[in-house]
Structures are given as C-alpha cells and as structure tokens.
C-alpha cells in the first residue's frame, strides 16, 4: 500500500468513527491529490481498496465515498458485482440499499 494508499484509508477510517461520507472531490482534497486527473486518482485508489477489503472480509470503505447524488458512481457497484458482493444495478432502489447496508457495516465495524 502507497502512501497515498494510506493516507486515504486513514481519513475513510476516521469519518467512519463519525459515521461520516465525503464526496470523491472532497476525499482527493484532503488527500493532497491534485489536477489534472484528480477524481480519476482517486477512484483507482478506492477500487484497489474494494478489492483489498473484500479479499479480507472487511466492510468497504470505499461506500463511504458518494458522488452528488449521495450514492457511490457506478464503477463502485460494478466492481461490487465483479466480485459477486453486489448482483444488482448501478442505480436505483437496489443499488441505494446496498450502499446503505456497506455504509452501516463500516459504521459498525468502527464501534468495536
């Protein structure tokens, strides 16, 4: 893990302790990363993150992360299904309870 990698996991980590989101923009701010190609950094280093989670039977971080419709972009949900976490669409009422559900299982998993 980069220590981007790091720095990105430990700011998700803390607003999970808050039961926090931030928005993709936001998260790279506060990371330090910087244009051209920002959100595009960003979310390579939350898709390594999906899979690092899922491969250890951790809740995803990454659902911490929302775009302006409040829900994670769609390559959040299609990386979900590549893994067989997720069999639902990219958008819609599916896709809305699965985020929820990841969100409290992070939340929770910060209460311990």
Known sequence: MSEIDKV??????QLATKQSIISYKNLADRAG??????????????ENLIIEDHINNRPLLSAL?????????R???????????YFGPDTGP???????????????????
């Open 94 to 112: 599916q896709a809305t309870v699965f985020h929820e559900l990841e969100k409290k299982l992070v939340y929770n998993s910060k209460k311990l």
């Open 8 to 13: 990105v996991v430990d700011i998700l980590e």
């Open 33 to 46: 990363i910087v244009s051209p190609g920002k959100i595009y950094k960003i979310t390579k280093i939350l």
């Open 75 to 85: 390559g959040f949900f299609q990386l979900c299904k590549k893994i067989n976490r």
């Open 65 to 73: 992360v929302v775009g302006r419709g409040g829900l994670p972009g």
